[in-house]
């Protein structure tokens, strides 16, 4: 761990958004999840959803160096409809990207709440059940032949839409993640191969130096 990576890691949990995430609902292709995921790494998403699509599995790559896997958590959720509930429960608005009767644009929507935007999959879209369950439509207006953008297209521009009023409003000024959760997702950053360890072993992480140094101890005896 060089001192660089380290003020890196650092500097990049600062700006996570831990009130702004995706559901992906069902999307199957593996170049538009990882496409997905890349995207919420730039704007800060600290954690994705993903419901499996029927026929499959969450889609994922082998972390090589420079994937987003590594870097935005994905939790497996078995139901898209659950799924929304249970972010409503914990006082989060999910949006869902799906055309209907109530649809609006999605620039007219405030991100600075905590927020998940609920995308669909390739072929079907949102269910209309999942929409319904939803607190908001929201659309991408089209003003073009075709129909529907991709769903990574799609994530990208709501996404940054999100970043831009959160810049307005200050929401990367300051972490926003608990000290506590801080210090361990730079742990587990820092060092990925060491934490599965710690935890397999009910260690807590020892705390780290200014430079992302381990204590000695740690160096010389791993849990
Ligand atoms: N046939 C599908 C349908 O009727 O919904 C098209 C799905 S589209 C290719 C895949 C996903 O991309 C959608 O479920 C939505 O999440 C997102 N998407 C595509 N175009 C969009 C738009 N104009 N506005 C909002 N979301 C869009």
């Not at 935890?199 to 200014?210: D, N, V, W």
Request: aromatic content about 8%; overall charge negative.
């Amino acid at each position: 761990m060089t001192p660089e990576r380290f003020a890196k890691i650092q500097q990049v949990l600062a700006l996570r958004q831990p009130t702004l995430s995706v559901l992906m609902d069902e999307v199957n292709k593996p170049h538009n999840f990882s496409a997905i995921l890349r995207t919420c790494d730039a704007v800060g998403v600290l954690r994705a959803y993903a419901v499996p699509p029927k026929n499959g599995d969450v889609p994922t790559f082998n972390a090589t160096s420079g994937s987003a896997e590594k870097w935005v958590a994905v939790e497996r959720r078995e139901n898209a409809v659950s799924a929304v509930r249970e972010l409503q429960a914990q006082g989060v608005q999910v949006l869902a990207t799906h055309l209907s009767q109530r649809s609006v644009d999605y620039r007219e929507m405030d991100y600075t709440r905590p927020t998940c935007i609920l995308l669909g999959a390739e072929k079907w879209g949102v269910s209309d059940e999942a929409a319904d369950a939803a607190d908001a439509n929201i659309i991408i207006p089209m003003f073009g032949m075709v129909q529907s953008l991709n769903v990574s297209v799609a994530a990208a521009t709501i996404l940054f839409e999100a970043q831009r009023q959160r810049l307005a409003a200050g929401m990367y000024a300051a972490s926003q993640l608990p000290a506590a959760e801080l210090a361990r997702l730079t742990f587990e950053w820092a060092y990925p191969d060491l934490a599965p360890l710690y935890r397999e072993s009910q260690e807590s992480y020892p705390a780290l130096g200014k430079q992302g140094e381990l204590p000695v101890a740690a160096e010389t005896q791993q849990p």
